[in-house]
């Protein structure tokens, strides 16, 4: 089980998936170094992701990020993809502000401490790379590449956002959590899911210039991702969002609803408030562990869909 998400001593998670990467997390690290007491280490918990690695990226992230008072890796069994491996770091985050970044620390992490203060005004933050509308990269296959994907995220889902690919992206926890359980995209489209998920919430999103050095080595593929981002962009506008949730009093407490979570190990949930009720989220497939906390708070169990969650203020649990 995850380490106890009340910990008052815990208010930002530095979610960092990582597949393969055990060659350039020092890397990363090394430029993130400098920038670590502008983000509080005694309060900030590293959480990374490795997305069943073929190498020793693990190992390589406990030695890179041993001598940090708060940090975590988890791995997950085989690899699924960055989408799957930031819903992890999400499900198990306990600050009430959280960023996700990449392991090479491509964009700028003197970024990271503005972003996270951004939060007091939005739910969601995200880092954008374009300039005047546009995204220039060192290549000029990849820059058009990038045009084309980001007018098919226009296309499929109405996000307006003329960079949803940046590798840093900062959540207050609540909506962090509702969009991790809704969300079905594994690989790299995931930010487009997320932010199709956040506009039919009715989030609130700012997007935060920043600064960018295009590191070699990435796991991202010209030619094999592409496609498959496409064809999960092209899903989205079909996709039903539809999860297991406790239906419970509107002022059910969320330290009832973490007791009856543990018990049943389980985890990531979040309270969906509204004025009638409050619906606690599971994950997709855990309708088993929603029996169990319905039965122990005296609720009761059904599905849900985005368009009942719209609205509602999100607590996680």
Known sequence: MPPDPSDPAITTTIVVPAYNEAARLGRGFARLEPVLDELDVEHTEFVIVDDGSADDT?????????ELPHRLVVRQPSNRGKGAAVRLGVSVARGERI?????DMAIDPHHYRPMLDELE???LVAGSR?????????SLPRTVAGRVFNRLVRHYTGVELADTQCGAKAFRRGPARVLGLLGLVDGFAYDAEFFLLAR???FSVLAHPVTWE?????????RSAPPAMIADLRALPRTKHVNPVVVADRDVSREAVGDAARAARVQGLVIARGPEDALIVFARDGAIGATAVAASIGATLRTTDVAELAGRAFEAV
């Open 58 to 66: 693990a190992r390589q992230a406990l030695v890179v990020y041993g």
């Open 99 to 103: 960023l996700a970044v990449d392991a």
């Open 121 to 123: 005004r939005a739910d």
């Open 130 to 138: 374009a300039r005047n509308g546009r995204i220039r990269y060192q």
């Open 200 to 202: 039919q919430l009715g």
């Open 214 to 222: 295009d590191v070699g080595g990435s796991s991202v593929h010209l």
